[in-house]
Structures are given as structure tokens and as C-alpha cells.
């Protein structure tokens, strides 16, 4: 599965972006695609994951509440839709896709991943 972001850019404190990741390729043997992000100095941190098939969701504590992940199968097509971006959020945000895992929130677990597109807040 090949994986590519985009969306990413710099917004004000309290602003919002909405990132997108294109999946092509094998993508009927994904199972769950993930969101990741990497900030200088840092270990890649999980931010959030969505089952392919039935769309659950689980989100990391930094975001919950104020990010939002989505899927569009017909698209093949996931989003991160960020509100209430703090300067923290800072980072280069990597798409991930699985093709079955049961720990959701560790990048070892994901087979593919996209390039990353940073996302800068400043404040």
C-alpha cells in the first residue's frame, strides 16, 4: 500500500487543519490506518487510528476532543481533521496503514506509511 499525505501547513494558535492521506495499491488488505507524529528531538508519537471496515476510532490523550479521524472507502482516502491547534501539535504528521494489528498506537505495528507533512503552530 502506498500512502501519501497532504494538508499539512502553518496556522495561528486556535486554528484548524484538515490532513488527508491517498492510499493506492493493496488497499483492500488494510485494516486499520493510523496517524502519527514526529517533532524534533522526539520519539514518533500515536495521535489516532480508524478500522478500515467499520470506521472505530481511537485517539491519543494529547488529542482527544480536538482532533477528529475519518475515512472515505470509496476514496480510499483518511483524514485528521485538527481544531484547536496548540503550538505542542508542532510536528511532522505521518499517515500509516495495517493490515491487521491489535496494539493500535505503536508505529512498529503499521507496515506502510506515507512521507509525513509538517504542521507548524505558532503562537
Known amino acids: 500500500v502506498q500512502l501519501v499525505e497532504s494538508g499539512g501547513g502553518l496556522v495561528q494558535a486556535g486554528g484548524s487543519l484538515r490532513l488527508s492521506c491517498a492510499a493506492s495499491g493493496r488497499t483492500f488488505s488494510v485494516y486499520i490506518m493510523g496517524w502519527f507524529r514526529q517533532a524534533p528531538g522526539k520519539e514518533r508519537e500515536f495521535v489516532a487510528a480508524?478500522?478500515?471496515?467499520?470506521?472505530?476510532?481511537y485517539y491519543g490523550d494529547s488529542v482527544k476532543g480536538r482532533f477528529t479521524i475519518s475515512r472515505d472507502t470509496a476514496k480510499n482516502t483518511a483524514y485528521l481533521q485538527m481544531n484547536s491547534l496548540k503550538p505542542e501539535d508542532t510536528a511532522v504528521y505521518y499517515c500509516a496503514a495495517a493490515n491487521y494489528i491489535s496494539i493500535y498506537d505503536s508505529p512498529s505495528k503499521y507496515n506502510s506509511w506515507g512521507k509525513g507533512t509538517q504542521v507548524t503552530v505558532s503562537s
Open positions: 480508524i478500522t478500515w471496515s467499520t470506521g472505530r476510532t
